[in-house]
């Protein structure tokens, strides 16, 4: 059973930080491109940042360039997203996603995790 699981989100102030992490399993994560994707209430979700299987190559909303940084650790099948200077417009649900079929479209995907940042 494919699963990824979220966590570290939370409340923080702008100008703060946060990491998330996503422990996968069920799958073959260390094979598959990983990322994360975002909702903000009332918008549509949207892509935010993701990581080849080797952790060799990015890609970034340009909306997080500068400020979000993503890892992954294969040995522990996990992956993380490191979130510095929040902006309110950075809160929404924070999704796991992984094994990318094709341009910024992933296969699996986790339950979320809220992400508050307060002005």
């Known amino acids: 059973q494919v699963q990824l699981v979220e966590s570290g989100g939370g409340l923080v102030q702008a100008g703060g930080s946060l990491r998330l992490s996503c422990a996968a399993s069920?799958?073959?994560?260390?094979?598959?491109?990983a990322g994360w994707f975002r909702q903000a209430p009332g918008k549509e979700r949207e892509f935010v940042i993701s990581?080849?299987?080797?952790?060799?190559?990015?890609d970034y909303a340009d909306s997080v360039k500068g400020r979000f940084t993503i890892s992954r650790d294969n040995a522990k099948n996990t992956v993380y997203l490191q979130m510095n200077s929040l902006k309110p417009e950075d809160t929404a649900v924070y999704y796991c996603?992984?094994?990318?079929?094709?341009?910024?479209?992933?296969?699996?995907w986790g339950q979320g995790t809220q992400v508050t940042v307060s002005s």
């Open positions: 996603a992984a094994r990318f079929t094709g341009y910024r479209d992933p296969r699996y």
């Open positions: 069920g799958f073959t994560f260390s094979t598959y491109r």
């Open positions: 990581i080849s299987w080797s952790g060799g190559t990015t």
